[in-house]
């Protein structure tokens, strides 16, 4: 694929090796370059830095432990985030949600994929009745079969994103927009809700101060993958963004 990085090139057989572990992604192939390419990149910077490491894995860990550091989260920020949030941090809240999805994967057009999504969702806002009709029609989910169904969730269990959504909505409400995440479109309507017991910001304020941190440190590892691209020779490929397995 006359793909390099820094002068050392990334040829067809290491594609073929890192291709398996991104079966799921939106573009395997785009994704599996991207993630080789990083990975060169991390590796040149450990071995220029002198960083040690038993194997690739420790090095590139070594390597952001050393030059990625973010402060703690601070108490005020973990009383914003409670305050704003009060949906996440009810004990024994649930919903029991259905959902279409619009899944995204190199043979599907993104322009017409979202075009599909909408016009079901325009459908479903007319006739909402029809839910488990078009679930069974146009999901790529395995719940297209139950209708949709996603059965009974509580807090944390789906991507954030999705997990917001679902416990903004009232019961019986269909969302008024498609709802985008990293598999594609989705169209969620929540049944039935369970409201739980709001938990004491004391109670939870560890919880939330980790995941400030972690998203802290996942903001400032993408800023140095940013970095690193920016300053290297890179041949045969575009990097468009430094979202990576390598910093999830």
Request: aromatic residues 6%.
């Amino acid at each position: 694929m006359g793909i390099s990085v820094n002068g050392i090139d990334i040829d067809d057989a290491d594609i073929a090796q890192e291709l398996p572990h991104h079966d799921s992604a939106g573009n395997p192939l785009k994704q599996a370059v991207h993630e080789l390419v990083l990975r060169r990149l991390l590796l040149d910077e450990a071995e220029r830095l002198g960083v040690p490491g038993g194997s690739d894995d420790d090095r590139i860990e070594a390597l952001f432990a050393q030059e990625v550091r973010v402060p703690p989260a601070d108490d005020a920020a973990c009383r914003t985030f409670h305050a704003q949030r009060p949906q996440l941090f009810r004990s024994g809240a649930l919903v029991e949600a259905r959902h279409i999805l619009f899944q995204v994967t190199p043979e599907a057009p993104l322009e017409l994929l979202r075009a599909t999504a909408q016009a079901v969702l325009d459908a479903l806002k007319l006739a909402p009745e029809r839910f488990g009709e078009l679930a069974a029609q146009y999901s790529n989910c395995p719940s297209g079969a139950l209708g949709g169904s996603l059965g009974q969730l509580s807090p944390g269990q789906s991507v954030p994103e999705f997990d917001a959504l679902l416990f903004r909505l009232e019961a019986g409400a269909l969302a008024g927009h498609l709802l985008e995440t990293r598999f594609g479109y989705h169209i969620v309507q929540v049944q039935r809700r369970v409201e739980g017991q709001a938990m004491p910001y004391e109670t939870v304020q560890a919880q939330i101060a980790d995941r400030l941190s972690r998203a802290a440190w996942q903001r400032a590892v993408h800023q140095y993958l940013h970095l690193l691209v920016g300053r290297a020779d890179i041949a045969g490929v575009a990097l468009e963004g430094t979202a990576s397995a390598l910093v999830q």
